[in-house]
């Protein structure tokens, strides 16, 4: 369920061909979490705990950004993340690494683990570039991101599957939480809230209360709701 990138064409000009390639094949040493380059410190029993991992998803080709924003709110939260990522896994044969990589989404009021194998869809062209088919790390060491996005894709039923989806969605599936969703004007005009000051009282202590909140802008089409390069409006 992957494009037919040898009919594609993309900003270099160039068709591509879709390889599925293990991260070792690409860098020397994969990492699942890059701690060293990531918003990350240990706590006083040496673990390292990450606050703030949004740099870690740099969108694909895929057109899941519905998907992204959710899991850059997802690593916003370190006890919520730990719920859906395990800890420990990484890339050492030495500590447990066997190809294999496990997360837990919720459905219907259980916890369904997913296991994927470090398989990753990458675009190779004739000039020997290549770029990630979907999501990647700012860091060409860290795969997380990547991973987890395989295995989402999975639990919806393919990578097809992840194309112009909803945020609310994902926010149920990291959480087992329910998703309210809210028209910025309609609030404003209910409230008479006209320098937004209830509404962003609002969102903070949903924030505070770890809740997940993405926004996003009206579209007048899918294409268009995918779109990239335009000025961000919040």
């Known amino acids: 369920a992957l494009e037919n990138y040898q009919t594609l064409r993309h900003d270099n000009g160039q068709p591509g061909n879709i390889y599925w390639v293990r991260p070792w094949q690409l ?33 694909g080709e895929l057109n899941d950004c519905w998907f992204l924003a959710t899991l850059g709110n997802l690593s916003c939260f370190q006890d919520v993340m730990s719920r859906v990522i395990p800890e420990g896994q ?20 259980d916890w369904i683990q997913i296991v994927v194998d470090d398989l990753i869809p990458v675009i190779v062209y004739p ?19 990547a991973l987890i996005e395989k295995a989402y894709a999975k639990f919806q039923g393919g990578y097809h599957m992840m194309k112009y989806g909803n945020s609310n969605q994902a926010m149920m599936d990291f959480t087992g939480g329910i998703a309210e969703q809210r028209e910025i004007k309609n609030e404003i005009e209910k409230r008479d ?22 926004a ?12 990239r390069g335009q000025e961000p409006g919040l």
């Open 90 to 109: 990484n890339f050492d044969p030495k500590n447990g690494y066997k190809g294999k990589f496990y997360f837990y989404f919720y459905y219907y009021g």
């Open 193 to 214: 809230d006209k320098d937004y000051s209830i509404f962003f009282r609002q969102i903070k202590k949903a924030i505070n209360n770890k809740s997940l909140v993405n």
């Open 127 to 145: 000039n020997g570039m290549h770029r990630f088919y979907g999501c990647s790390s700012e860091s060409p060491n860290e795969f997380w991101s």
């Open 27 to 59: 860098v020397t040493d994969p990492l699942f979490f890059d701690n060293e380059n990531n918003t990350c410190s240990k706590d006083i029993n040496g673990k390292w705990v990450c606050t703030d991992l949004r740099k870690d998803i740099c969108q």
């Open 216 to 227: 996003c802008i009206v579209a007048n089409s899918m294409d268009e709701m995918e779109a």
